[in-house]
């Protein structure tokens, strides 16, 4: 499974540049490798490859495969699975060198303002302005850096965009295939129950909200009324669908499924500061989604689908036109594992058993007999082969 989410994650790596911003993760081109007091390898630094007479270090390698596993979140690997986790690691440095000359020979440049919507939309991820500085000091990563890497790979996403002319017309027939095909896995509307829900951080709120649309008042008037005191809450026309997994999962939720149509629940206690007030608006019975429902969804990933493997084979292209040679083979391969020798009869004891034990016939000498041991396990072995 680890090593199916490995393959599944570094083939989205290859085409990371084309859809995301993404700070280069490899030391020698990210600016990540200057972390105060990490140590790029254990191992003594070295030229494991080169592209097109580059020199790619050890330690760009390792970097990227530890921000990698950073990245899905793991903490080890197998030692077999680590190799080729190094192997994809470098084949982004190789296209990430290849999108760089792609560009200077383009001549594609990235604008000032370009780089501070970027910029903006970085510091928007973090909580607080303090708390992206907090981030940039933990990592010695100074902001003009992060600026300069912003605007190369700015111009890599304006070199696909450019350079690779996707044809993503999705037709009626190719919907309705995938429709058909994987409806049942995508488009199901699980059993459950439509509620209009309001939470509140106190319950004599949500009681007062309670008894106010007991007697009669509209729910969204009523909304309207309490609306600057509601955590959360829905409109009339846009009811949530509660599955009943997750009624059944929540033992607070469970007097719900005992209301009909119309009927409002007494105030829920859903933590130590939230009471919730839910309006059931209806059951609903599980059933595969309407094709017109979803077919602008189904119409819109078969186009990104497209447009995807198209780019992808553009950079594999890059990838594969680059003259790049494996210094250290080591590092890439792992090493082949001897199978363990069988213990001999001595060892297992003699008690009784046949398992590996030879007999010597009478006049037998014991050469004559291991050779024919050996003849007969390569037979075997031939014979294995030729079944599989």
């Known amino acids: 499974m680890i090593l199916k989410a490995l393959r599944t994650r570094t083939k989205v790596i290859m085409i990371a540049v084309a859809v995301a911003f993404v700070i280069s993760i490899f030391a020698g081109y990210g600016i990540y490798s200057r972390r105060e007091g990490s140590s790029a390898t254990t191992e003594k630094d070295k030229v494991v490859a080169k592209a097109n007479g580059t020199n790619i270090m050890l330690s760009q390698i390792d970097m990227g495969v530890r921000q990698l596993m950073d990245q899905m979140g793991i903490s080890n690997l197998p030692q077999s699975q680590y190799y080729i986790l190094r192997k994809h690691v470098l084949d982004q440095i190789v296209l990430d060198m290849e999108l760089d ?77 995938f429709y058909e095909a994987r409806g049942n896995d995508y488009f199901v509307r699980p059993e459950g129950l439509w509620v209009n829900f309001a939470v509140f951080s106190d319950e004599k709120t949500a009681q007062e909200v309670r008894d106010a649309l007991a007697s009669g008042q509209t729910w969204d008037d009523v909304m309207s009324q309490y609306g600057d005191k509601a955590l959360h809450s829905t409109s009339y026309d846009k009811p949530l669908l509660l599955p009943m997994t997750t009624l059944e999962a929540q033992e607070e939720l469970l007097p719900l499924k005992e209301l009909k149509e119309g009927e409002l629940s007494q105030p829920i206690q859903l933590d130590e500061e939230q009471f919730g007030i839910y309006l059931v608006k209806g059951y609903q019975k599980q059933e595969k989604i309407p094709y017109d429902e979803v077919k602008e969804n189904i119409k819109l990933a078969l186009s990104q689908q497209k447009a995807q493997a198209q780019r992808q084979e553009y950079l594999q292209g890059l990838v594969d036109r680059a003259n790049v040679e494996i210094v250290d083979s080591s590092v890439f391969e792992a090493p082949k594992v001897e ?12 008690q009784g058993s046949d398992v590996g034990v030879e007999v010597v016939e009478e006049g037998q000498s014991e050469n004559q007999a291991t050779s024919q041991t050996a003849e007969q396990t390569e037979t075997d072995a031939k014979e294995e082969a030729q079944q599989q």
Do not use: C, H, W
Request: proline fraction near 3%; glycine fraction near 2%; aromatic fraction near 4%.
């Open 339 to 350: 199978e363990p020798a069988q213990p001999s009869a001595e060892e297992e004891g003699g």
């Open 101 to 177: 000359k792609e560009v200077k020979d383009n001549k594609i440049e990235v604008t000032d303002d370009e780089i501070n919507v970027a910029m903006d939309r970085i510091i928007s991820q973090f909580p607080t302005k303090e708390a992206y500085q907090d981030y940039l000091s933990a990592y010695n990563i100074k902001e003009e850096d992060l600026k300069k890497e912003l605007r190369r790979q700015l111009a890599q996403q304006k070199l696909l965009q450019t350079a690779v002319k996707t044809d993503d017309t999705v037709t009626e027939e190719e919907m309705q295939e």
